[in-house]
């Protein structure tokens, strides 16, 4: 899921910078048309009409925001309010509303998100460290932070940027509780195996399942996750 900072950056960062944007955006696609979102699209709207008309063909803005019209557009989903107040909770004023709404619906629909905003990244990242172990699992998206100068870039390509959830001794224990087959599921949808969660899609196919009854492997999962730590 791109938030604004990331879309502008496809088009008007330093052509490194932008490069190398598409080109994560590209390795994080599962197929389907990227997302953003709908207080996204709002942001890129007003930035539009700061400069000109909407209909303006030579609006400078307007690239930009015809980008993010030819996405997915997620829009705010009532479950994504539990979400925002739990965010809120733990970001307290250092995080916009916008913000908690497009980071809300990243973690409702398990989308990676991409941002060049380092406050945002940080924030998340603050909201994930502020739950317990099972939680966090159960709410962890990647955060792919993008540096906005190609120096900086160049200092802490992909590898860096993405915040992910290692296999630490703690993580080893909770699976150790769990049947072979429910521990690999785990560890393949939210990374603990090399630092990238995959896709429903990408779980089935490695065991010939469908992605629905993944589905049901991993809430089971979760579930004895947390009967065990009550």
């Known amino acids: 899921m791109l938030d604004t900072s990331a879309l502008i950056g496809l088009h008007e960062a330093h052509p490194e910078v932008a490069t190398y944007l598409a080109g994560v955006l590209e390795q994080h696609d599962d197929g389907t048309v990227p997302k953003t979102h709908q207080v996204v699209v709002g942001e890129l709207f007003t930035g539009v009409l700061a400069v000109g008309d909407v209909d303006d063909p030579d609006n400078k803005r307007r690239p930009v925001l015809d980008t993010a019209l030819g996405l997915n557009v997620e829009t705010i989903e009532p479950e994504d309010a539990v979400l925002f107040a739990r965010i809120s909770q733990a970001t307290s004023r250092a995080m916009s509303h916008n913000d908690r709404w497009i980071c809300a619906a990243a973690i409702r629909t398990r989308a990676t998100l ?19 172990l099972l939680d966090t699992l159960q709410v962890y998206v990647p955060i792919v932070y993008i540096p906005r100068e190609p120096e900086a870039l160049a200092k802490s390509k992909a590898n860096d940027a993405v915040q992910t959830i290692r296999m630490t001794d703690e993580i080893k224990h909770l699976l150790s509780q769990l049947d072979p087959r429910e521990a690999e599921v785990l560890k393949l949808r939210f990374g603990l195996d090399r630092g990238e969660p995959r896709t429903l899609q990408e779980v089935a196919d490695h065991f010939e399942l469908k992605p629905s009854r993944i589905a049901q492997i991993e809430k089971r999962a979760l579930e004895r996750l947390r009967s065990a730590s009550e």
């Open 114 to 132: 991409i941002t060049q905003d380092a406050d945002m990244a940080e924030q998340l990242g603050r909201f994930f460290a502020s739950l317990e």
